[in-house]
């Protein structure tokens, strides 16, 4: 017996490879299915059939495309739809990989056709769960991202308790967890770092597990949830009716455009360029009216909050060589109309006398120089949690997620001193806010984390604003 859990830290997704006597299933993969072809051939194992464990809303899958090149057979959940090939399979009903068997536990909640696959080993003892989105490590699954569902977030939070505790917790405690995500995930609200751990261990840590009525499950679940970003109901969709062809997205994404290609693209069309850079190197010298959200980061998460549009076209300036690797990951999240980058990047966009423009980037100490100066205005981009747990006083949050709600809020004529936690986000929102005619803008190098380690006296746990 084989279970291989392959994890994405940018997507903090896990998906699953499990392989007995030279056949493999695959749980829950990503767009790109090279990987689990590679896995297949490696180990000299058939790839049978493809489990997913819902319509996933934070990434698109790469069910299609693996069925496509394996003959796998798709498996969806109870209650599930689907406008392509596959199985819906009936609660209880059992699959065969070899000497092993994964049998469907329906479990709705997250969504109406959530449902954990339990591995039985060849002795048909549980082994393992494969508990998509349902049971997290630490946490479970939001209750508000079911598509075209009747039920409110409420009616779906009792789904969840009945089917953790029915249908999760009566299994042996020795049974692994491998969720679909971890910490950092926009799925759940307290996920930990940890990827897999025993379910006896999650009966003991999980607050979601904890002795508390259905009642109190529902409030606790359904109190504080942040409103889902705005490409998670269409990568949903996307799961659910299918999408374009992962290698033709590929060659077209990866295609070498001239100065003039761009120039005409944006001339012609409603195009944005897309920078990837380091957020320093954005700031030194970019592509005028350009966006930076950077691959070393949570790229695609951010991608999906922020472009609004999955069909706009995107040009890219990528790091050398970087280029396949940013259209694979744009394509993780359903922005499919990449058609290109610059090549030469920046110099050569200014060689042929495109505009360029920079951000003014300051260190903490020189930040924390001017908050004697009570007049400044100063934007904290970090999700709500973060503020709360600790912030500058006198500091309104400002969170990078919900920037179109507050940048209308802001005038032109002010300068605006800008930190996240570390320097990543910072620099989104000011190129997000320097496209919409805002120019008087400083980021903080470092961001909060820098900031914490002046001698700035004003910065404080839940500080009480003065």
Known sequence: MLVEQLYTSCLAQGAYYIQSEGEAAIID???????????????????????????????????????????????????AQTEFKSIIANDNQEFKIGKLTIKVLHTPGHTLESSTFLLLDEHKKPHCIFSGDTLFIGDVGRPDLAIKSDLNQEDLAGLLYESLHNKIMTLPDDVIVYPAHGAGSACGKNMSKETFDTLGNQKKTNYALANISKEEFIKELTTGILPPPQYFAKNAQLNKIGYDNYDDVALKGTKVLSTNDVKHLLDTTN???????????????????????????????????????????IILVTP?????????????????????YINGGVDAWKLSGGETSSILSITADEFSGKLSNSTIDVLDVRKPGEY???????????PLDFINNWQDSLSKEKEYYIHCAGGYRSMIAASLLKRKGYHHLIDVAGGFGAIQKTNAKIVSVACAKN
Do not use: M
């Open 388 to 398: 709360d747990s600790s912030h500058l006083c006198s500091v309104d949050s400002s």
């Open 29 to 79: 993969p990503l767009r790109e299915y090279q990987p689990y072809l590679d896995l297949a051939i490696k180990n000299n194992a058939k790839i049978k059939y493809i489990f997913e464990t819902h319509f996933h809303a934070d990434f698109v899958s790469g069910h299609l495309d693996l069925a496509k090149n394996t003959g796998a057979e798709i498996i969806f959940g109870p209650n």
């Open 320 to 340: 050398e060589g970087r280029e396949e690797e940013t259209v694979k990951r744009l394509s993780r999240v359903g922005y499919d109309n990449c058609v290109g």
């Open 271 to 313: 195009a944005i360029i897309l920078d990837v850079r380091k957020p320093q190197e954005f700031a030194a010298e970019h592509i005028s009216n350009s966006i930076f959200i950077g691959l070393d980061g949570q790229f695609a998460p951010w991608v999906g909050a922020l472009i609004h549009d999955l069909k706009q076209a």
